[in-house]
């Protein structure tokens, strides 16, 4: 597939953008960050426009997930057929620990865990647990503006050696995801002790 974009995204522009990060949303497996990583370049010479590029890759990502959404929304329905409905109870009752952590914390992280590999996999919880799909949509863009902008620009600053910029995002990613991890339990944790000193309700577990 890569080969693919490589020979074609000339003559596809943001067209090729565009169906990477659609493909990327719909959870395919796709090079979107070398697209995008392409786009910067072509930024960099005059062949696309940033912002444009930017719009259309967050847009067609967050039309994507759309599926895998409404995928997630719709899976409890399976119970009542015969020949899965064992099946995924016994699949939801394996992935409680994980919805009720989604419920507690889950519309933010749709936003800021869409630039990471775990990213793609937030639209199906996203549906399962009834996120109002407006609210969906809006954290979704955003997240993946943000990487959009992010991607497109080191595309443009490496313009002239984009493996280099694919290996420093795949580096720093991980370091940032870490780092988001440990942001978020520490934010936490600093929630409760404040609402205990203010004698408030605790931050629930």
Sequence with gaps: MLAWFNQHFPQL????VGLA????GLTLPCPALIVLLMAGAACAVGKLSFWPA???????YALGSLVPY?????IPRLQNLPWVGRFVESSLRALDQVNALFRRHGEKAVALFRPFWIGNLISYFAGLNRMPYYRFLSYTFIGISAWSVTVIFLGQVFSTNLPKAAALIKHYSGIA???????????????KIWH???GLPAVRD
């Design 70 to 74: 409404y995928i997630g929304y719709n």
């Design 177 to 191: 995801f870490v780092l988001l991890i440990v942001i978020s339990v520490l934010g936490w944790r600093l929630a």
């Design 13 to 16: 522009g943001y067209l090729a």
């Design 54 to 60: 930017v719009i259309i890759a967050a847009a067609s």
């Design 21 to 24: 990060m659609l493909a990327e």
């Design 196 to 198: 205990a000193r203010q």
